[in-house]
Nanobody, 126 residues
């Protein structure tokens, strides 16, 4: 079975940083397109970053230049480094794993991901 477990969320002041982790089991992070999503109260879950099997990355315009997605193949873990955090970054953040080798040079939709973690909360205050 495939399991994804997020960690690293918390409360931080605007301008601060957090690093989210997504530990996987029954999965190989180096072989597939994976991504991070977020969902604020009353809003739809939206993709913020993706990485495919060759290491290519893609970001939503709202986080470009501030967030970095990466992976550690030895640990089978996906990461999201979040810098210069803004109030509007406040959301539940979810790790997602696909069965596609490529993200297709785009952010995959939530329907295209097969596996999901339970989420980790990020709260940014002024």
């Amino acid at each position: 079975q495939v399991r994804l477990v997020e960690s690293g969320g918390g409360s931080v002041q605007a301008g601060g940083s957090l690093r989210l982790s997504c530990a996987t089991s029954g999965y190989t992070v180096s072989r597939f397109c994976m991504g991070w999503f977020r969902q604020a109260p009353g809003q739809e879950r939206e993709g913020v970053a993706g990485i495919d099997s060759d290491g290519s990355t893609i970001y939503a315009d709202s986080v470009k230049g501030r967030f970095t997605i990466s992976r550690d193949t030895a640990k089978n873990t996906l990461y999201l480094q979040m810098n210069s955090l803004k109030l509007e970054d406040t959301a539940m953040y979810y790790c997602a794993a696909s069965v596609f080798a490529s993200c297709g040079w785009r952010l995959l939709s939530r329907e295209e991901y097969m596996f999901w973690g339970q989420g980790t909360q990020v709260t940014v205050s002024s």
